[in-house]
Each structure stands twice: as C-alpha cells, then as structure tokens.
C-alpha cells in the first residue's frame, strides 16, 4: 500500500524525533529541526490533523508492575465469523494482562500479546479464562525472552 500523505525532510525529522521522545519541548524540536519555534508546532499539529502522528505514549516496563513474564497466545476461533470474533475482541482487550490484539490472516484467528506475574498465572490465564470460550477451537503459547521495538518509523521507500 502506498502512503498518501507527502512527508518532506523537515516532517520526517519530526517524527523522528518525537518518536525517540514525545515529551520534546517544541522549542528543542525547533532547535535540532534549525526552524523557528512556530514553523516546528505548525509541522507537529499539520501531522496530527493528517493522522500520521496518532497520539502520544508513556511505555510502561511490566515487569516493573509485577508482570514480568510475557507470551503470544495465538487463538484459533471457529466459526470465523464477526457474531463471534467482535465479542472475543472485546473480552481479550479487557482482560489486565493483555498488551497488545492482533487479528490476523492465516492459520490463526487472534494473536494476543499478554504480560503476567509468572508461568502460572499464565497457566491459569489459558485454561481459566481463553480455553473455557467453546468459539476458540485451538490455542498455542508462545513465550517471548525479550521483546525489541524499532524505536523510529519511516515511510515505505518502494
């Protein structure tokens, strides 16, 4: 899929920056850009308005929330349908230990990312709460050893 919104170097240096750091002062965003204070906030709320920039995030380390364990769940659901996959949705995105939902194509339905205090509450977690739902016909865990992000993202060069 092709981008639609143009970016020229001053707004990829935005998002570059903000990425690193959201907290940035405009002023400092201004002065690493070499534009005026003015020009940087203009930048910064034109890419808000055109939906590049989403919002903006603290990161939370959940091990430091007493969840340092993490792991894929990947669900498969039978039937495939909306009547049953928009409710599952909604359960799993309520449950604490969830971090992150992914519907995808393939042989399975669901991706879950979840965060818990060790390898029982994950026990616990797949056969009290997930494989007691009769729409999830299938469920395989995987635990994850570390976890890293590429910190900046940039438009597609193809």
Do not use: C, W, Y
């Not at 204070?37 to 920039?53: A, C, F």
């Amino acid at each position: 899929m092709k981008h639609d919104a143009a970016l020229d170097s001053i707004d990829l240096a935005i998002l570059a920056e903000l990425q690193n750091d959201a907290r940035l002062p405009n002023k400092e965003l201004a002065e690493r850009l070499g534009v005026a204070p003015s020009t940087s906030l203009e930048r910064v709320r034109s890419l808000r308005r055109r939906g590049i920039i989403t919002g903006f995030r603290a990161t939370v380390d959940t091990a430091r929330l007493g969840r340092p364990l993490q792991a894929l769940l990947a669900l498969r659901v039978r039937p495939h349908a909306s009547r049953l996959v928009d409710p599952l949705r909604a359960f799993v995105l309520a449950l604490p230990e969830t971090i992150t939902l992914f519907h995808v194509a393939g042989p399975q339905d669901l991706l879950v990312h979840v965060a818990v205090a060790d390898a029982d509450h994950l026990h616990r977690l797949v056969l009290e709460k997930f494989l007691v739902r009769q729409e999830i016909v299938h469920l395989e865990t995987t635990l994850i050893f570390k976890t890293e992000h590429q910190p900046v993202q940039r438009p597609s060069e193809m």
